[in-house]
C-alpha cells in the first residue's frame, strides 16, 4: 500500500466513532456526506472484476447527505467508498484532511 494511502488510513482510523463530513468536488459537482466511521479497509484493484471499481478506502459506517430538494436522506448503503488512485495529500492536519485523487478532490473534516 502507498504512503499517501496509509498515511489518510491512519488518519481516518484516529477518527473512528466520530463523524466526518466529507465534501468531494468531482468537475462541476459538490458532494457532502456526513459519515459516522466505524471501520475503515482498504480494497486494491487486484481484488476487483469491474475496472470502474479502482483501488479505494472503504469507509464503513452510516452517513446522511442531502438531496436535490435540500432533504437530509439516509445513505443506500453503511459503506462509503474513496476512491484513492492518484491519491496525493494537500493537507492533514488533527480535525482536517485535504487531498486529490484522478476522480476528485476531496476535504474530511470531524464534525
Known amino acids: 500500500m502507498e504512503q499517501s494511502i ?45 475496472e470502474y471499481l479502482g483501488s479505494a478506502l472503504i469507509l464503513r459506517g452510516f452517513g446522511s447527505t442531502l438531496n436535490a430538494d ?7 448503503q453503511s459503506t ?7 491519491l496525493q495529500i494537500v493537507d492533514l492536519a488533527d480535525r482536517k484532511a485535504e487531498i486529490t485523487t484522478d476522480r476528485a478532490n476531496y476535504t474530511l473534516s470531524v464534525d
Open 6 to 50: 496509509q498515511q489518510l488510513m491512519d488518519w481516518l482510523n484516529n477518527h473512528l466513532n466520530e463523524t466526518i463530513a466529507i465534501e468531494k468536488k468531482e468537475l462541476r459537482d459538490l458532494d457532502k456526506v456526513h459519515f459516522n466511521l466505524e471501520s475503515v479497509d482498504f480494497r486494491s484493484a487486484d481484488d476487483v472484476i469491474d
Open 70 to 76: 435540500g432533504e437530509l436522506v439516509s445513505l443506500p
Open 80 to 86: 462509503y467508498d474513496l476512491a484513492v488512485e492518484g
